[in-house]
């Protein structure tokens, strides 16, 4: 169950992180990705600054939609 979790907490991160950032997103497999290495990121930047989430749904989208903007800013600043 934790995997779907991760799943679907990824995807609707992805997903918010492109609308977020002005883009379409890269499609539904690529936001998966992206919000779930942008949870990694997010909670990794989070607990820099002391911050923690919880555990919670909210909390956790929160950290992968933080961290997925964050990797989406960092990628096309490359890319340019």
Do not use: E, P, Q
């Amino acid at each position: 169950m934790t995997f779907i979790y991760f799943i679907i907490i990824g995807a609707i991160a992805g997903w918010l992180a492109g609308k977020i950032m002005k883009g379409g997103g890269f499609g539904l497999v690529m936001n998966m990705v992206l919000g779930i290495i942008g949870g990694v990121v997010g909670g990794w930047v989070f607990s820099l600054f002391g911050l923690s989430t919880d555990g919670g749904l909210i909390g956790s989208l929160i950290t992968s939609v933080a961290g997925a903007v964050i990797i989406l800013y960092i990628g096309r600043l490359i890319k340019k």
